[in-house]
């Protein structure tokens, strides 16, 4: 199965003219079942994540302030072994398919152990050790579908990935609603049927997916330097930050990921804000995940075309707006609408923008780089939203946030290289 068009996209990269057209244009089956990983492992996650805020505030009595640190957690934690599985992805090689079914393997074990803790620190122990593996394995996975990608198409390449685990983030909620409906004891059901999804996603990964690089790879599309050498090490790595490119983005999205509110956050206000009755809170993300599906291709092709940058920082406009209609009690769908096109115009365009500024070979660690800025600037945005809500009320909190995020935005373009789209 490939999707394909006879377009290149301007401004995305050079063109390998030694590949015929139609396969220089056309999804990678690596991508596609790396998309079907991903989908199945995001039914397992967001089964979770779905009834974690909920199970937390409601059933376990927490705090804003204590559910901030703990969603910083799930969501941050990632940020410390990013760069760890990026490079021992690039090393011997290409090790991206052993280093992300670790990565995996790590989040399927956690999963059963929700079912024997019951305490905050244990939870937050368990989450920790979950995001453990999700840093192992998303950069890995995310160099398999660059360097199995032609440089002109990435931003689709990118598009399809994440919309095939955007389905898997529609239907995780969904699972995860009905099993609550029916069963008695619900979130213990729940964490169960989660860890059987999840030891499925990581039998296809090791069955289904290449090894080594995931397939043919895509010329080049940073030259060697003195900068970047041939064998990869981690001085290597951190060594890409003296590329304008790469350190442009990894500033760029540390700043904006600086006033990101968490997932969580954002449905917890919706049920605040708006009075969502609990039983109907696990399909809140189902609107996000509906609006991710369905704009993630289209945007990522858009991307490849009119700029990824463009897109990576239309995407926060669209945020900044979901924020303002939660602030002026808008209807939950636009919000959630908003919400899930910020999401379809920045996670994989991210990426893909990402792939063009660092060589092959260092290509898990640099996509690292930029990941781990991101990831521990939401960590601590989590922590200081959580702080806020519990200090000045959840309006004043949201108000803070959406003022962060426009002077962000406005530094990021005033950061921008003169060059980039």
């Known amino acids: 199965m490939y999707v394909a068009d006879s377009r290149g996209g301007a401004g995305t ?6 590949r015929p057209g139609p396969r220089a244009t056309a999804v990678a089956p690596t991508v596609l079942v790396l998309g079907t990983v991903s989908l199945i492992t995001d039914v397992s996650s967001e089964m979770v994540t779905a009834v974690l805020p909920l199970y937390l505030v409601a059933g376990l009595g927490l705090s804003p302030l204590g559910f901030g640190l703990l969603d910083g957690v799930y969501n941050g934690f990632s940020a410390l072994v ?31 152990a929700l079912l024997l803790v019951h305490s905050v620190p244990l939870i937050g122990a368990v989450l920790a050790v979950d995001r453990t593996g999700k840093g192992l394995r998303t950069a890995p996975r995310d160099a398999l579908i660059s360097l199995s990608s032609a440089p002109e198409t990435r931003g689709r390449a990118f598009g399809v990935h994440r919309a095939m685990d955007t389905a898997g983030a529609l239907l995780g909620p969904l699972v995860a609603f009905l099993i609550l409906r029916q069963a008695a004891e619900g979130y213990d059901a729940v964490f169960t049927v989660s860890s059987c999804v999840a030891a499925l996603g990581v039998l296809v990964l090791l069955l289904f997916v290449p090894g080594g690089r995931g397939g043919a790879p895509a010329p080049a599309t940073a030259p060697a330097s003195a900068d970047s050498p041939a064998a990869p090490s981690l001085r290597a790595s951190l060594a890409l930050l003296r590329r304008r490119d790469v350190r442009w983005l990894t500033v760029c999205a540390t700043l904006l990921g600086l006033s990101t509110v968490s997932d969580s956050f954002v449905y917890l206000l919706l049920q605040h804000r708006l009075g969502v009755p609990d039983r109907w809170f696990a399909l809140l993300p ?27 920082l239309a995407g926060h406009v669209a945020l900044l707006a979901a924020y303002g209609l939660l602030l002026a009690h808008g209807p939950a769908y636009a919000v959630l609408l908003l919400h899930g096109a910020f999401y379809a ?17 260092l290509r898990g660690a640099g996509l690292a780089l930029v990941q781990t800025g991101q990831a521990t600037a939401r960590f601590a945005a989590s922590l200081a939203f959580g702080a806020a809500w519990t200090a000045w009320g959840d309006r004043t909190a949201l108000t803070t946030a959406a003022l962060a995020l ?16």
């Open 82 to 112: 990013r760069l760890v599985g990026g490079h021992l992805a690039d090393r011997g090689g290409g090790r991206h398919k052993a280093v992300a079914a670790a990565g995996y393997g790590l989040s399927a074990v956690c999963k059963p």
């Open 406 to 421: 426009t002077v962000c935005a406005v530094c990021a373009v005033y950061l921008r290289p003169a060059q980039s789209k």
């Open 345 to 361: 115009a920045t996670d994989g365009v991210l990426m893909a923008a990402a792939s063009t500024a660092v060589p092959d070979e």
């Open 13 to 18: 990269g050079v063109r390998d003219a030694s």
């Open 286 to 312: 189902l609107g996000t995940a509906a609006a991710f599906l369905l704009l993630a291709l289209p945007l990522g092709r858009l991307a490849d075309r009119v700029g990824r940058w463009r897109m990576f």
